[in-house]
T-cell receptor, first 111, second 117 residues
Framework: QKEVEQNSGPLSVPEGAIASLNCTYS??????FFWYRQYSGKSPELIMF????GDKEDGRFTAQLNKASQYVSLLIRDSQPSDSATYLC???????????FGSGTRLLVRP | DAGVTQSPTHLIKTRGQQVTLRCSPK?????VSWYQQALGQGPQFIFQ???????QRGNFPDRFSGHQFPNYSSELNVNALLLGDSALYLC????????????????FGQGTRLTVV
């Protein structure tokens, strides 16, 4: 079992819709969670992080964390074609410095 | 404000050779982590340097080594290159003094694409 799992996609949504990206993790010691966006051939770009149960909003992005279900999600409101990219979910344990990444979900926003 | 910079951007090496990749962290950051990203996969942690010491290492063989300089810049060295070492090598900088697991935001450089032939 992978430590951080994501559906590889592609997830296809029409422009203006809400895109919902999901991530599950196996280690209950994971404390912090990060969402990165990666365009093809480019490096990952940090979108936001979350470490408390509940929702965290930043502009069009909302991260949701449910530690009981070991589940993290990222909602993108009013999706734009420029949001088309691979979204990487990463976890970090309290006792560790490393980020553990999932394989990413490819998002395609159709004009 | 300069972000994380890496050099070179692309590199082609032959099996058995050695390679050195370089990274300068974001201004104000003192910690450098190195990741390897194979095609279609998420980045995998190689190691992290803080205060010129390796303070955590991932599951990579000893062929992978590194160094951090007093100005916080870092090098990743890979010896005896294998075809399987072909990947995007990413450097991430962060503030190390916040401690482990405390939402230590890491910012990535543009990466070095290494091809081993």
């Amino acid at each position: 079992q992978k430590e951080v799992e994501q559906n590889s996609g592609p997830l296809s949504v029409p422009e203006g819709a809400i895109a919902s990206l999901n991530c599950t993790y196996s280690d209950r010691g994971s404390q912090s969670f990060f969402w990165y966006r990666q365009y093809s051939g480019k490096s990952p770009e940090l979108i936001m992080f979350i470490y408390s149960n509940g929702d965290k909003e930043d502009g069009r992005f909302t991260a949701q964390l449910n530690k009981a279900s070991q589940y993290v999600s990222l909602l993108i409101r009013d999706s734009q074609p420029s949001d088309s990219a691979t979204y990487l979910c990463a976890s970090q344990m309290d006792s560790s410095y490393k980020l553990i990444f999932g394989s990413g979900t490819r998002l395609l926003v159709r004009p | 404000d300069a972000g994380v910079t890496q050099s070179p951007t692309h590199l082609i090496k032959t099996r058995g050779q050695q390679v050195t990749l370089r990274c300068s962290p974001k201004s104000g950051h003192d910690t450098v982590s190195w990741y390897q990203q194979a095609l279609g996969q998420g980045p995998q942690f190689i190691f992290q340097y803080y205060e010129e010491e390796e303070r955590q290492r991932g599951n990579f063989p000893d062929r992978f080594s590194g160094h951090q300089f007093p100005n916080y810049s870092s090098e990743l060295n890979v010896n005896a290159l294998l075809l399987g070492d072909s990947a995007l090598y990413l450097c991430a900088s962060s503030l190390g003094s916040t401690g482990s697991g405390m939402n230590t935001e890491a910012f990535f450089g543009q990466g070095t694409r290494l091809t081993v032939v």
